[in-house]
Each structure stands twice: as structure tokens, then as C-alpha cells.
């Protein structure tokens, strides 16, 4: 399993600091709708110049968060065969510092766990990091210090791979409510239309390049 931890395992400041919502156990999602017109503005905005990849990737993650209410939202790209998957930052959200972090890490996959419930799914729920098997070999390097008690991952793809994923990690445990799962699929389902449609945002989010 890879990093799926402290999904902006970059920010300054460790693991500290008073969280958004750190005792949240359900949450009420609204504003989802809006996501699509966002995310359609935004890629306009890229497309002519106007904002960076940076800037626009930071305003979905940023809506995310609000959203869901969670610690951290990050993008990654994922590439490699299967079995050999590496996860990459491309950009994430700080909820507790409220900032846009550029994306630095990279993970090889260990472990089928987190990948084939990705890759079959969609999603990945886990309301309770210290306990779930499958992330039990990142305990002690990024569970533990980064203090990720709960995390939610779906993954954006098409033609059945999975180009990259958008996660939401949180530092208490937490019951993901089924109207936030379907939150996350529903703006991983969009960046897969963005991607589908030739947009270059899509492009970017999914493998954290420019096109080339």
C-alpha cells in the first residue's frame, strides 16, 4: 500500500494543530452539484491561461474539503503495470493551514489492498486506519506520525485503468456516510470526463504533467 496517508504529506507542521473537524463522525454534503461547474469553469480558466495548474487544482481540493469536512485532499497520478502501480502527488489541499501544497511524493505499490479495491470499486472506505489490514504496513511510517485515523480515496480513470485518484484523509476516526462516498466518486467521475474530453486540466490532474 502506498502513501495513502496524510494525503499532503508535504505541509510544514507535522501532524499537529487543530484540525477542521476532528471529531466529525457524519457530515452533511452539500454543494456537490456545483462541482461540475467548477470544475468546467476552472478548465476554461487553465485552458486560456488565466490561472496555473496549481492554482486551479487547489481550488477542487480546496471545495472537496470543505465539502467532506476532512483534514487533507490530494491528487494523485498513478502509472506502472498492475502489481508495480507507483501513486505520485500532483497537488493537495492543507485544510488545517488552509493552503495549496504542490505535489513532492511518490509511493510504489505494497500489497493488493488499497490498488484492487480501486481498481474494483472505485473506492476505498476506511473509518478506521489503525485497524484496516491492508494499510497495517504504513502504520508506523504514516499513520502513527501524520496521525491519519481515517481515509477516503476514488480513483478517476477509463477503458478499465485507473489514471489517478483523489483522496481525503482525516486525524480521528471517522464513519464515512454513504452521501460523502458518493460525493468523492462523483468529482472523481468528472475529472474523468474533464480527461475524456481532451481538457487540459484532466490531462494534468491524472499524471501531473502538461500535455505534451
Excluded at 28 to 39: A, E, N
Excluded at 73 to 95: E, H, I, K, L, P
Excluded at 117 to 129: I, P, Q, R, S, Y
Aim: hydrophobic share 40%.
Amino acid at each position: 500500500m502506498p502513501h495513502s496517508a496524510r494525503l499532503a504529506a508535504e505541509p510544514a507542521g507535522g501532524g499537529g494543530g487543530q484540525s477542521p473537524a476532528a471529531t466529525t463522525t457524519t457530515t452533511s454534503v452539500t454543494g456537490v452539484p456545483k462541482f461540475h461547474f467548477l470544475l468546467r469553469d476552472l478548465a476554461h480558466e487553465f485552458d486560456a491561461g488565466r490561472i496555473t495548474n496549481l492554482e486551479a487544482a487547489g481550488r477542487v481540493a480546496e471545495t472537496i474539503q470543505k465539502t467532506l469536512r476532512c483534514v487533507h485532499v490530494t491528487f494523485w497520478s498513478v502509472s506502472g503495470a498492475m502489481g508495480q502501480r507507483t501513486m505520485r502527488s500532483v497537488a493537495a489541499y492543507d485544510g488545517t493551514h488552509r493552503r495549496v501544497v504542490a505535489g513532492r511524493a511518490a509511493f510504489p505499490e505494497a500489497g493488493g489492498g488499497f490498488f484492487g479495491a480501486l481498481v474494483h470499486a472505485g473506492c476505498f472506505v476506511c473509518e478506521d486506519t489503525f485497524a484496516h489490514p491492508a494499510l497495517q504496513g504504513v502504520r508506523q511510517t504514516m499513520l502513527e506520525p501524520f496521525r491519519i485515523h481515517a481515509l477516503l480515496a476514488a480513483s478517476y480513470g477509463g477503458q478499465g485503468g485507473v489514471w489517478g485518484l483523489v483522496t481525503c484523509t482525516h486525524d480521528a476516526t471517522r464513519r464515512w456516510t454513504a452521501a460523502e462516498v458518493s460525493a468523492l466518486r462523483k468529482c472523481a467521475a468528472e475529472i474523468s470526463g474533464l480527461r475524456a474530453r481532451g481538457r487540459a486540466l484532466g490531462h494534468w490532474l491524472s499524471t501531473g504533467q502538461a500535455e505534451g
